[in-house]
């Protein structure tokens, strides 16, 4: 016998379930679940209302870079007592916040560093206490440390947002940077460190000479790897390079005349004898033939010595094998080798060189 259905029920196409006509207030349920929806989306609303216009702060995402470097100018100034003023530019390009930075100038017993400072824009950085990297310190300070690993360290702090950029003025001088011969002076400068982390978009580099001084004697010359453009008439030598990939160091070196620094420069290296054996050096070019043929031969000694290294080990292997009497001692604790090397923010190493990095 067919189902009666009652005033308000349709027949479900399914047995033993019942749908009702929204008729009357059969419907109150449905009424009262869409109600509490649309108060949900409401309350939703209003609560985010207070930050509408505010931007969170976004963070890299794991392995993207906190930052890229978009130009480093550097100014060398040479001093007629042979000192060298440094003035360093770096600018960053944030992907995220960043608190700090830090710059390791490479040293040799020669060469020190003296006069640091740090400035952004019109605002001078404070001193502080250590140059210690990757803490929170209060912005507008720095601080200067020397000499682990052949280097002084700068560091200095601030707080920085993603999306924004600064440029930091990093001053030192340099004394030792110069050495005078008796008939020709040179300068070494390293302008860009190893231990960059990130690829560095534009260098630019000026060298500026003494010129209130008769130069006498010398030339005025530029190495070839980085070659340096020359000009006599201002005394000057200046380099532009584009995507220095990281890993890259860039040293330049200048010979100019000896008549432009003191005759006892005390900020100079003062060598004595002739530069011409140096000037010689600074000259030679790894893509000139006779050094290319030089150093094929020099390889292909050393492979046909460590071929023949080899194949000797290995008889006297063999020979060991047979001669079960005989066997092999080693004297002392510790056999193999060992390495140390420590990270500061992403860019320095314990193996020295300059560089810099950024947390």
Known sequence: MAPTNRPGQMTSPHPGRVAYARKGTTDAPDRRGRTMGKLIALISVLSVLPFAGTTPERMPAAGDPLYSLTETAVLAEVATDGRVAVTEKHTFAWHGPAHGAYLDIPLDSRVHVENVSVSEGDTAYRLGPDAAVGVNRPAGTYGTACCDDDRQRVAWYFSAAPGSTNTFTIRYTLRGAVTAHDDQAFLSLPVWGENWPEQLDLLRV????????DPGAGVLESAEDPALTVNAATRTATLTERRIAPGQARTVELAFPRGLIDADP??????????????????????????????????????????????????????????????????????????????????????????????
């Open 206 to 213: 000026e060298i500026r000479l003494p010129r209130d001084r």
């Open 266 to 359: 005390a900020g100079a290296d003062v060598a004595g004898g002739s530069g011409s054996a140096r000037l010689d050096r600074m000259r030679t070019s790894y893509d000139d033939p006779v050094v290319l043929a030089t150093i094929g031969v020099i390889a292909g000694s050393m492979l046909l010595l460590i071929v023949c290294g080899l194949i000797s080990h290995l008889l006297s292997r063999r020979r060991a094998a047979r001669s079960p009497g005989r066997g092999a001692h080693s004297y002392g604790g510790y056999s193999g080798s060992g390495s140390s090397s420590g990270y500061y923010g992403g860019g320095g190493s314990s193996t020295g060189g300059g560089g810099g990095g950024a947390w």
